[in-house]
């Protein structure tokens, strides 16, 4: 059979084309580091000697001014782990290591003012809810050693928890434990001694408490706490204590078991709006409104799965914050989700582990990169490893960290910038779990001008003139 010419010039204006378009999707390929759009991909190789455990909570955290991971055991010893020669490797002390009491939840706060955070460990003793054998363990570190300030003291909690926050109150910085099936606790320090102020504010309820997020409000800090078995709670911080305002403000859901929580300004408008993530059960998004939140997420969003742990970070640096919800495979596969800030599906990458068992998730730029990475702990039904992912991009980034008079990092402090978005630094969310105490400013460059709001309402005008900076509290002289 013989071809025309016409013909012949069709077929290899063809194979001109389809050399074309391999080739542009090859182009596209070599640059996926560089696209934002391909989701996450892994770091775990990058985690020393990772060995099979169960394991929970996690909390970010300084000492000393370098960055730290912690990590809670459930079935073995807690780990205090660090970034070196581009490794995140083990670096726990001897008394941090506490192997028998099976924790789960923890977060790192400076409560006794003495410029460096203590780590607040609940432990569970193996039991579920109720009383338990075990006492929770609040590390402090003085003189290049760790020591139990709950050693002495006897309101040391004897329930079983879930999660622990730091949070502001009215009588300074304090740690909110939500307990299940215990009454919750809000413990401070008063005279060099722990005391527990839940039952003066009307704080000690019974439920099965699980995660907890602080949100600025007009008189100081807020916190949200994500129940089952029972509403949530929304405590609105007065002059003098607190008011329980779920039901009014829209988030009590009664009937939805709350896993984990975020708050984040989904809109850019200068409000601290709520994603809510439940058990086998509708997710939530809570706009904030002037009358109270309203319900907005989308149906991507709203689809149940075993939801363990939800966080918000701009993982892409493209001035949007997003949504990771890490989801348990303990019964059959269930792929983590990402989403944008409306909760609109993202793809997840590396990161979907249709059959990990998620517990814990932390957020921190652990490498000092600029982009934030993802750190995941698994555990409850099966040993797994950590996992560690990072979004690869090449966008700019600002690192903002408020300093409290102390010389700590102040937690629940904000950052507002010129067109009236806000960015929060966290205390304890999610579930289980604590992110860095650093506010992270995706898709921005210097200079840069922002407002630092502390939770004890001051407020400071700064140019930031560095991609990463520490911003003392007024009068303070603690940054060198």
């Known amino acids: 059979m013989k071809f025309s010419q016409d013909r012949l010039i069709l077929m ?71 970034w070196s020669d581009g490794k995140l490797i083990d670096d726990t002390p001897k008394e ?38 075990t006492a929770d363990r609040l590390y402090d570190r003085k003189d290049g050693e760790w020591r139990d300030l709950f050693s002495d003291s006897d309101v040391s909690n004897r329930y079983s928890g ?111 709006d709520l994603a809510v993530s439940n058990w086998n059960s509708p997710h939530k998004i809570y706009e904030n409104t002037e009358k109270g939140f309203k319900e907005v997420m989308t149906e991507e969003f709203r689809r149940p799965s075993p939801a363990r742990n939800l ?15 890490n989801n348990i495979a303990s019964r059959q596969r269930a792929e983590n989700r990402y989403f944008d800030s409306k909760g609109n599906s993202l793809s997840t990458g590396e990161a979907s582990e ?36 990072e979004n690869p991009n090449d966008n700019n980034s600002v690192r903002v960290q408020p300093v409290w008079k102390s010389g700590a990092p102040a937690r629940n402090s904000f950052i507002r910038l010129e067109n009236g978005s806000v960015y929060l630094m966290d205390g304890g969310s999610a579930y289980l779990s604590q992110m860095e105490p650093w506010i992270h400013l995706g898709g921005l460059k210097t200079p840069l001008e922002i407002e630092v709001i502390f939770p004890d309402g001051t407020i400071i005008e700064k140019t930031v003139e560095k991609s990463t900076v520490k911003i003392e509290y007024p009068g303070n002289q603690t940054v060198k």
């Open 311 to 325: 966080v918000s970070g701009d993982f892409d640096n493209d001035g949007e914050t997003e949504l990771f919800l």
């Open 162 to 272: 879930r999660s622990v926050a730091c949070t502001y109150t009215p009588d300074g910085y304090g740690f909110f434990v939500a307990r299940y099936a215990g009454p919750m606790q809000l413990m401070v320090m008063e005279d060099n001694s722990i005391i527990d102020k839940a039952p003066e504010y009307g704080m000690d309820k019974v439920t099965g408490g699980r995660s907890i997020v602080n949100v600025p409000g007009e008189n100081g800090t807020d916190l949200f706490v994500g129940n089952e078995r029972g509403p949530n709670f929304y405590y609105q911080q007065t002059e003098d204590g607190y008011q329980e305002k779920a039901s009014d403000l829209g988030v009590a859901a009664p009937d939805l078991p709350a896993r984990g929580a975020t708050a984040y300004d989904m809109e850019g408008d200068g409000d601290f």
């Open 96 to 133: 941090l290591k506490d192997s028998e009491t099976n924790a789960i939840g923890a977060a790192a706060c400076d409560i006794d003012g003495d410029g460096s955070e203590e780590i607040y460990v609940l432990t569970t003793g193996g039991q579920y809810g109720g009383k338990k054998s």
């Open 12 to 82: 290899a204006s063809a194979l001109i084309i389809l050399f074309i378009t391999v080739s542009l999707y090859d182009m596209r390929d070599s640059g996926r580091e560089n696209n934002n759009s391909e989701g996450f991909v892994s770091l775990t190789d990058q985690i020393e000697d990772n060995g099979d455990l169960k394991r929970y909570g996690l909390a970010s955290l300084e000492v000393d001014g370098e960055r730290r991971v912690f990590v809670t055991g459930f079935d073995g010893p807690n780990a205090l782990m660090k």
């Open 354 to 389: 249709p059959e990990g068992l998620g517990t814990g998730a932390t957020v921190a730029d652990i490498d000092g990169d600029g982009n934030l990475e993802l750190i995941l702990a698994h555990g409850e039904t099966a040993r797994q490893p950590l996992t560690m992912y």
